[in-house]
């Protein structure tokens, strides 16, 4: 059973189309990778899947006993973000707000769950540490496993190796490629790294303001969309 469907959705703002003809669905263990240039709809498919944007046109569902406000996401992160005066245990922990009940406070269970996402995550030695000390990968590990405490079988990551080195930026898809296997959660990536992430991807989605191509990474590499957008890459 798929985890989520998109059936030909299409976004607008103010009446001017901005990504139209979007079919695809993802089921539990794939790892789909959105690709796309700079204006290409990315984003506003990110916002659609997170109910932040309504489409203009079209469905999105989701199955499997998956409810939208139990996508785990990992955002861009802004300046501002980066200077978050938390501990790392918090900044996780806050990760199981989309499930806390009244009194609104966090259980036993929500702890023990953050515990273990950062042991996944080879956090705990950072636990009382500030989040804005950090080092740029290890901020992203945090937020990952921030990510993971809001979801048991869905991940939504944006560009989530933009501005870390290629050290830090091969541990980060290596972490995420093992919690795909090993955890069983899906994951959708938004990413411009195209090289780095068809080894990982199972799926590809490229967006041109219009859905151009939705399929395995094979088919993809195969497709006239594939052979043209992977000819001005190498050693792909």
């Known amino acids: 059973m798929a985890l989520l469907t ?5 976004f607008a703002y103010e009446g001017t189309p901005v990504l139209t003809d979007v079919t695809f ?5 794939d790892y789909l990778c959105i690709i796309g240039e700079n204006g290409s709809g990315k984003s506003t498919l990110v916002k659609g899947l997170l109910h932040l944007k309504a489409p203009s046109g079209g469905t999105i569902t989701t199955g499997d006993g998956l ?15 980066k200077d978050f005066p938390a501990s790392v245990y918090e900044v ?29 995550l080879d956090l705990l030695p950072l636990k009382k540490r500030c989040y804005r000390d950090l080092s740029g990968g290890q901020q992203q590990r945090v937020l990952l496993a ?11 990551l944006d560009e989530p190796v933009t501005g870390l080195d290629p050290v830090m930026t091969e541990e980060m898809y290596q972490l995420i490629s093992r919690i795909n296997r090993e ?14 992430i068809l080894p990982c991807a199972t799926h590809i989605l490229h967006l041109d303001q219009k859905q151009l191509f939705f399929g395995t990474t094979e088919e993809y590499r195969s497709s006239e969309v594939g052979k043209e957008f992977l000819g001005g890459i190498r050693h792909v």
Do not use: W
């Not at 409810?67 to 973000?81: S, V």
């Not at 921030?146 to 939504?156: E, F, G, M, P, Q």
């Open 183 to 196: 955890q069983k959660v899906t994951v959708l990536m938004v990413s411009h790294d195209l090289k780095n």
């Open 67 to 81: 409810k939208h406000n139990e996508i785990g996401y990992l955002p861009q992160q802004t300046a501002a973000q």
């Open 25 to 29: 669905s993802v089921s539990s263990g």
């Open 92 to 120: 996780v922990l806050s990760g199981r707000q989309n499930r806390l009940h009244f009194p609104p406070f966090y259980t036993r269970e929500d702890k023990k769950d953050a515990l273990q996402k950062m042991e996944l």
């Open 6 to 10: 998109c059936n030909d959705v299409s």
């Open 146 to 156: 921030r990510a993971l405490c809001a979801t048991r079988k869905l991940l939504l």
